[in-house]
């Protein structure tokens, strides 16, 4: 791990140390907006979703006014449930519970389905975020089950969680850094069942991803092929970057977060140091814009004519309030008070005359497929959401 000079991080964000608390004031058309009020109009629009198990809303185009919706197996699927818990931990508001319940138990066979690497994301953000209301069993049972399923796609020889199975012409044994967001399935599943055995292989994958996924300067690859034999790299790449050397923004976000979270459960000065590394790595780029919300891809040569990606901004922003806690360094809450102040205005705001069950505009999702670029995406508002429980807490 490469040491970091923060120094100069914190002298340079003092000046962003202005709060983020509901109510700030975003200009439009010189006529004060009051975003609080913008915001409450969006929240009560996911009231008005139908209930349906197979239209989970992930993004929507505005060009066609149309909603991307998705069954269970799709790796967003957890995320609308959690909105929905995180909004009534927010606004104390029974029919957010309400809606969540109905909601939640679509995620549920998603537990058993050792196809997808993603187990943590459709079960954590669903059932974990219930279980921070509700102390259910039934909950408890859900994330344990996941876990074991999880566990199913890793390889001791490798030391990691295998992520997607297409492509096998292209790689023997990808892991991509988003895995390290599943982690957090695993480390509780031990915590609740006092089964060490989930524990271990989080452990085991973050530390072959420590040891693997980054360059000298502390950003990432997004993708690590493996042989599965031998466990030696085969060589890395990227699915979702401009291309293999490149920056992906969300990948850098995910990295962040990954890395915090498992320090919070292991205490692992390495995982600390990394996110750390990443952190500064991200808020010091050249090309991020002015307001902090990155390009979906920092090193696009299209820049500044680049899509920007709010999702990889409150990815980080969430992360960076958890990394806040344990450092207690001043720049880290200065940047994403900076992101937080940014998305919490009309430019990043979806607006309310859009019927649609998301909260915020200019989002990116998959830049090299041309899918949903410069659009409402579902994760943004569920990291936005948990970005503003832990600037509260």
């Given at each position: 791990?490469?040491n970091?000079?923060?120094?100069?991080?914190?002298?340079?964000?003092a000046?962003?140390?202005t709060?983020?608390?509901?109510?700030?004031?975003a200009?439009?058309?010189?006529?004060?907006?009051?975003?609080?009020?913008?915001?409450?109009?969006?929240?009560?629009?996911?009231?008005?979703?139908p209930?349906?198990?197979?239209?989970?809303?992930?993004?929507?185009?505005?060009?066609?006014?149309?909603?991307?919706?998705?069954?269970?197996?799709?790796?967003?699927s957890?995320?609308?449930?959690?909105?929905?818990?995180q909004?009534?931990?927010?606004?104390?508001?029974?029919?957010?519970?309400?809606?969540?319940?109905?909601?939640?138990?679509?995620?549920?066979?998603?537990?058993?389905?050792?196809?997808?690497?993603?187990?943590?994301f459709?079960?954590?953000?669903?059932?974990?975020?219930?279980?921070?209301?509700?102390?259910k069993?039934?909950?408890?049972?859900?994330?344990?089950?996941?876990?074991?399923?999880?566990?199913?796609?890793?390889?001791?020889?490798?030391?990691?969680?295998?992520?997607?199975?297409?492509?096998?012409?292209?790689?023997?044994?990808?892991?991509?850094?988003?895995n390290?967001?599943?982690?957090?399935?695993?480390?509780?599943?031990?915590?609740?069942?006092?089964?060490?055995?989930y524990?271990?292989v989080?452990?085991?994958?973050?530390?072959?991803?420590?040891?693997?996924?980054?360059?000298?300067?502390?950003?990432?690859?997004?993708v690590?092929?493996?042989?599965?034999?031998?466990?030696?790299?085969r060589k890395?790449?990227?699915?979702?970057?401009?291309?293999?050397d490149?920056v992906?923004a969300?990948?850098?976000?995910?990295?962040?977060?990954?890395?915090?979270?498992?320090?919070?459960?292991?205490?692992?000065?390495?995982?600390?140091?990394q996110?750390?590394?990443?952190?500064?790595?991200?808020?010091?780029?050249?090309?991020?814009?002015?307001?902090?919300i990155?390009?979906?891809?920092?090193?696009?040569?299209?820049?500044?004519?680049?899509?920007?990606?709010?999702?990889a901004?409150?990815?980080?922003?969430?992360?960076?309030?958890e990394?806040?806690?344990?450092?207690?360094?001043?720049?880290?809450?200065?940047?994403?008070?900076?992101?937080?102040?940014?998305?919490?205005?009309?430019k990043?705001?979806?607006?309310?005359?859009?019927?649609?069950?998301?909260?915020?505009?200019?989002?990116?999702?998959?830049?090299?497929?041309?899918?949903?670029?410069?659009?409402?995406?579902?994760?943004?508002?569920?990291?936005?959401?948990?970005?503003?429980l832990r600037?509260?807490?």
């Amino acid at each position: 791990m490469k040491n970091v000079n923060f120094v100069s991080l914190t002298l340079g964000f003092a000046s962003l140390m202005t709060a983020c608390k509901p109510g700030i004031i975003a200009q439009k058309n010189n006529t004060a907006v009051s975003t609080e009020k913008l915001l409450e109009t969006r929240y009560k629009m996911l009231l008005d979703y139908p209930v349906d198990s197979m239209s989970m809303p992930r993004s929507m185009n505005l060009k066609t006014n149309e909603i991307r919706k998705v069954p269970s197996k799709d790796w967003t699927s957890g995320f609308f449930a959690g909105n929905l818990w995180q909004l009534y931990r927010l606004t104390g508001d029974s029919r957010y519970k309400e809606q969540a319940q109905k909601w939640t138990p679509f995620s549920k066979k998603e537990s058993v389905n050792s196809n997808s690497h993603d187990v943590g994301f459709k079960v954590f953000c669903s059932f974990g975020e219930a279980l921070k209301v509700e102390n259910k069993k039934e909950y408890e049972a859900v994330i344990i089950k996941g876990a074991e399923t999880l566990c199913t796609r890793f390889n001791p020889k490798v030391g990691s969680i295998r992520s997607w199975d297409f492509n096998k012409e292209i790689w023997d044994y990808p892991v991509i850094i988003d895995n390290m967001m599943n982690l957090e399935l695993l480390f509780e599943a031990s915590k609740i069942s006092g089964n060490p055995k989930y524990r271990d292989v989080a452990i085991k994958h973050a530390n072959t991803t420590l040891k693997n996924q980054f360059r000298d300067d502390n950003s990432c690859y997004h993708v690590i092929d493996y042989n599965p034999t031998t466990g030696a790299v085969r060589k890395k790449t990227t699915l979702q970057g401009y291309n293999d050397d490149s920056v992906w923004a969300r990948g850098q976000a995910w990295a962040v977060y990954g890395f915090t979270m498992s320090y919070r459960y292991t205490k692992d000065s390495a995982y600390l140091n990394q996110a750390e590394g990443t952190a500064h790595f991200f808020m010091a780029h050249k090309n991020l814009p002015e307001d902090g919300i990155p390009y979906w891809d920092l090193k696009d040569p299209g820049i500044p004519n680049s899509p920007r990606d709010v999702s990889a901004a409150m990815v980080m922003a969430s992360a960076l309030y958890e990394l806040y806690t344990y450092t207690q360094n001043q720049s880290y809450l200065a940047f994403a008070d900076k992101l937080m102040a940014s998305v919490q205005s009309d430019k990043y705001i979806l607006s309310t005359a859009i019927n649609a069950p998301f909260l915020l505009d200019h989002s990116t999702g998959n830049w090299p497929k041309h899918d949903e670029i410069d659009e409402p995406i579902i994760y943004a508002d569920y990291y936005f959401l948990e970005a503003l429980l832990r600037k509260r807490s």
